[in-house]
T-cell receptor, first 117, second 113 residues
Framework: GAVVSQHPSWVICKSGTSVKIECRSL??????MFWYRQFPKQSLMLMAT?????????EQGVEKDKFLINHASLTLSTLTVTSAHPEDSSFYIC?????????????FGQGTRLTVV | AQTVTQSQPEMSVQEAETVTLSCTYD???????LFWYKQPPSRQMILVIR??????QNATENRFSVNFQKAAKSFSLKISDSQLGDAAMYFC??????????FGPGTSLSVIP
């Protein structure tokens, strides 16, 4: 149990366009999900906390108007990169805390490689 | 604020030997969890081992064990009988009561045949 699925695995978009990344908890409900960004050879940097039924909480330095987060249901959070630019190219990973006996763990999606050209 | 530090950007180990990866952390919370995650080239995050802060006993998971020194805020990972498949990035991570997981900068582990 506790599977998080992220889609798409990779995406290429043109500069100035928007791209949406989905994060789903497949077999459990997640009132909270987290979005991370990872540049090559670097660590995962927390971007924001997605909250079901309320606004996302962004980490310092993350532009909330560029990275729109919507937690539409207890199993789905989306990250939309708006007006993407080449510097937004990165690896984006979502995670959700487990529930029940798994509530001390975090479960991660497969990640999305975004390339902006 | 919570921070996680890994002072070894790169490490290498001979196959079948033992290697220890270092990690220190800082948090003002009394209830927290520590993790070591492995990230292979596929970039999927794989949980290696977990330690609850309230437990004094060091966690062990097959060839992986930790040395948890709570007072020193140290959490090192020991990999015994290293295998080629252990080669990956290893991240030390801290999870507090708010469920956020904060990662260290990572250690790239190479295993030499």
């Amino acid at each position: 149990g506790a599977v998080v699925s992220q889609h798409p695995s990779w995406v290429i978009c043109k500069s100035g366009t928007s791209v949406k990344i989905e994060c789903r908890s497949l077999d459990f409900q997640a009132t909270t999900m987290f979005w991370y960004r990872q540049f090559p050879k670097q660590s995962l940097m927390l971007m924001a906390t997605s909250n079901e039924g309320s606004k996302a909480t962004y980490e310092q330095g993350v532009e909330k108007d560029k990275f729109l987060i919507n937690h539409a249901s207890l199993t789905l959070s989306t990250l939309t990169v708006t007006s993407a630019h080449p510097e937004d190219s990165s690896f984006y990973i979502c995670s959700a805390p487990g529930t029940g006996r798994l509530n001390t763990e975090a479960f991660f999606g497969q990640g999305t490689r975004l390339t902006v050209v | 604020a919570q921070t996680v530090t890994q002072s070894q950007p790169e490490m290498s180990v001979q196959e079948a030997e033992t290697v220890t990866l270092s990690c220190t952390y800082d948090t003002s919370e009394s209830d927290y969890y520590l993790f070591w995650y492995k990230q292979p080239p596929s970039r999927q995050m794989i949980l290696v081992i977990r330690q609850e802060a309230y437990k004094q006993q060091n966690a062990t998971e097959n060839r992986f064990s930790v040395n948890f020194q709570k007072a020193a805020k140290s959490f090192s990972l020991k990999i015994s009988d290293s295998q080629l498949g252990d080669a990956a990035m290893y991240f030390c991570a801290l999870k507090t009561s708010y469920d956020k997981v904060i990662f260290g900068p990572g250690t790239s582990l190479s295993v030499i045949p």
